[in-house]
């Protein structure tokens, strides 16, 4: 798969099937220099696994490191009635079992994002538990980086079809912590990801996309029975994270709002995203506020269709 713009890309995740789309579009994208896995979707064991395994089925290899087995400071919230015990799905992932590395995720994407020369982009598409150990650690971080895009959440104001997002709900504090010291922010929200919605029988298409394309038919095949109506349409569900990968490598196919950003941390109202009040002096964050969803959709079909 040869990267199609020269920009470096780290990919904090929490595969998950959605998160797994996301990377692959990634791949067909950017120079993907590597993948931080965060417990999220399931546990940080079996996200980092997944990433290897679907790094491993696009036939690629890159660095995979562990990050935050938990929020900081809520428990762990998993998600395995929508991506399966293991993350993905019935996929029978390989028994082969990886040691975790000994850097932890924080430290080696400081580390490694401080050495690259040219464009460098996070892309943030689980519980921003990672990214806000990152800031928190390495503030200067943020001088490397071009953007710090993040799946997450939800526009202030905007009409959601959800109370509240995933991400932003398992780890408020991480997220609330990343809109106050992340500069460069984007956030792409529930508002127009659950816009972006694939139909269910699009997904036979895949399986014209040779080996991978199979696996993520099978994946997505699970995944849309799961999430279908979320986004409002019974045949259809959201992609959700893949959204994230194309604001980077699309953002033209976007309006963007500039707002500062907090978080409900506790409470009815938990993990809801909301208007920072000027005094408390936030960076602005660039809020996704509208998507052209069939330019998202055929960014999508031609981001998988150079996975053959
Ligand atoms: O709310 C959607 C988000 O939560 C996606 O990132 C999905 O993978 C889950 O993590
Ligand atoms: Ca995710």
């Known amino acids: 798969m040869s990267p199609i713009t020269g920009s470096n890309v780290f990919l904090d995740m929490d595969p998950g099937i959605d998160d797994a789309l996301a990377m692959v579009t990634a791949l067909a994208r950017f120079n993907v220099q590597g993948v931080t896995t965060v417990a999220g979707n399931v546990s940080v064991a079996q996200t980092f696994q997944n990433a290897h395994f679907v790094l491993e089925r696009a036939g690629v290899q890159l660095p995979v490191m562990v990050g935050a087995e938990g929020p900081l400071f809520y428990p ?124 269910l029988t699009e997904l036979d298409r895949l399986r014209g996309f040779g080996q991978l394309g199979r696996l993520l038919y099978s994946m997505l095949s699970f995944y849309g029975e799961k999430s279908r109506g979320e986004g409002g349409d019974p045949n259809a569900f959201p992609v959700d994270d893949a959204v994230a990968v194309a604001a980077v490598d699309a953002p033209e196919l976007f309006r963007w709002e500039s707002l500062p950003l907090t978080v409900v941390l506790e409470g009815p109202l938990r993990g809801t995203v909301v208007v920072s009040p000027l005094s408390t002096k936030r960076p602005p964050v660039q809020v996704a506020a509208d998507l052209n969803v069939p330019g998202f959709l055929d960014w999508l079909w031609e981001s998988l269709r150079r996975i053959t």
């Not at 104001?157 to 500069?183: C, I, S």
Request: proline residues 8%.
């Open 76 to 199: 762990l919230l998993t998600a395995p009635h929508v991506h399966g015990a293991s993350g993905l799905g019935e996929v029978v992932r390989s028994p082969g079992v990886r040691p975790f590395p000994p850097e932890r995720a924080w430290t080696w994407l400081s580390n490694t994002i401080g050495r690259q020369r040219g464009p460098c982009h996070l892309i943030a598409t689980g519980p921003l538990t990672n990214v806000a150990l990152l800031l928190l650690a390495f503030p200067d971080v943020n001088q490397h980086l071009a953007s710090i895009t993040c799946m997450a959440g939800g526009m202030p104001g905007a009409q959601l079809d959800k109370d509240v997002e995933f991400n932003v709900f398992v780890d408020p504090h991480a997220a609330d912590a990343v809109f106050r010291y992340g500069t460069n922010l984007r956030l792409v929200g529930i508002n127009v990801t659950h816009r972006a919605l694939v139909q």
